[in-house]
């Protein structure tokens, strides 16, 4: 199975600040991965597909990079919305699977 | 509007079983295949399987902790997917979500989940 882990677990920031969240597979994913967003007794929200590409609707504050085994997610200007849990998922092969995810709150 | 909508969750014994049924609206849903995923209390998310389109023949895949448990099928007349949980375990309490697989290979859309408590 294809082990997925990101970096940092938590992370403190503030409102307009941008940070970056790094996920890393245990061997290489092509570019399939995929970034979600879940709010607390939300269900999760498809931010990214294909490393790169926001889902329809997604503002372009969520970017994203990276190649092979290495990924990035950056949000810029937080705003109060932004402040959740973000997982990273590798969809190259079975079974599929989550990071552990990174809990953005407000510092 | 594009809408997956769950339900059939609830309290069962170790050893029960539960069928989650996940109603589909607003697309075709034939053309995709589906997901389904959950997240026990507190914890983070996980893959639990997926059923391919008729085009694929169903074909289905599953995680290894629910194989030969859990049954993924669906009705594409009725818009519905179905997750079949038998011998259910303590461990297996979680939101259960739905998810629709877009053409791009990842996931898109997601349901409101629906909840599975397996305890004595």
């Known amino acids: 199975d294809i082990q997925m882990t990101q970096s940092p677990s938590s992370l403190s920031a503030s409102v307009g600040d941008t940070v970056t969240i790094t996920c890393r597979a245990s061997?290489?994913?092509?570019?399939?991965l995929a970034w979600f967003q879940q709010k607390p007794g939300k269900a999760p929200k498809s931010l990214i597909y294909?490393?790169?590409s926001l889902q329809s609707g997604v503002p372009s504050k969520f970017s994203g990079s990276g190649s092979g085994t290495d990924f990035t997610l950056t949000i810029s200007s937080l705003q109060p919305e932004d402040f959740a849990t973000y997982y990273c998922?590798?969809?190259?092969?079975?079974?599929?699977?989550f990071g552990q995810g990174t809990r953005l709150e407000i510092k | 509007e594009v809408q997956l909508v769950e339900s059939g969750g609830g309290l069962v014994q170790p050893g029960g079983s539960l069928r989650l049924s996940c109603a589909a609206s607003?697309?075709?849903?034939?053309?995709?295949?589906m997901d389904w995923v959950r997240q026990a209390p507190g914890k983070g998310l996980e893959w639990v399987g997926r059923?391919?389109?008729?085009?694929?023949?169903?074909?289905?895949e599953y995680a290894a902790s629910v194989k030969g448990r859990f049954t993924i099928s669906r009705d594409d007349s009725k818009n519905s997917l179905y997750l079949q949980m038998n011998s259910l375990k303590t461990e297996d309490t979680a939101v259960y979500y739905c998810?629709?697989?877009?053409?791009?290979?990842?996931?898109?859309?997601w349901g409101q989940g629906t909840m599975v408590t397996v305890s004595s």
């Open positions: 998810a629709r697989r877009a053409t791009a290979s990842a996931l898109d859309i």
């Open positions: 061997q290489g994913i092509s570019n399939s």
């Open positions: 607003g697309f075709t849903f034939s053309d995709h295949y």
């Open positions: 998922q590798q969809y190259k092969s079975y079974p599929i699977t």
């Open positions: 294909a490393t790169s």
């Open positions: 059923i391919r389109n008729k085009a694929n023949s169903y074909t289905t």
